[in-house]
């Protein structure tokens, strides 16, 4: 069983930058396969980033260049950095552990973007 655990949300005007953490309780850590998503009022959840167990990132198209995945598996903790936030970044922003079958989510951290 991982708990996830966001935290870094906030309100920061256009062009600012944000970091997301994503703390993991529970053991094994460092085997799950780790994800970003978003989800913004009246659309679908939105995969953003994800980084393996062994540190492959693959972002989407819509925040490659500006977002960044990381992952310490010594805090049991994986990271997006935000950078050249745009207003329509606001969203609920979600972490996901996956490993194999098993998935599991955090409660998630809200982004504004406004000015």
């Known amino acids: 069983q991982v708990q996830l655990v966001e935290s870094g949300g906030g309100l920061v005007q256009p062009g600012g930058s944000l970091r997301l953490s994503c703390a993991a309780s529970?053991?094994?850590?460092?085997?799950?396969?780790m994800k970003w998503y978003r989800q913004a009022p009246g659309k679908q959840r939105e995969l953003l980033a994800a980084?393996?167990?062994?540190?492959?990132?693959n972002y989407s198209d819509s925040v490659k260049s500006r977002f960044t995945i990381s992952r310490d598996n010594t805090k049991n903790t994986v990271y997006l950095q935000m950078n050249s936030l745009k207003p329509e970044d606001t969203a609920g922003y979600y972490c996901?552990?996956?490993?194999?079958?098993?998935?599991?989510w955090g409660q998630g951290t809200q982004v504004t973007v406004s000015s």
């Open positions: 996901n552990a996956a490993w194999g079958p098993v998935n599991y």
């Open positions: 980084i393996t167990s062994g540190g492959i990132t």
């Open positions: 529970g053991s094994q850590f460092s085997i799950y396969d």
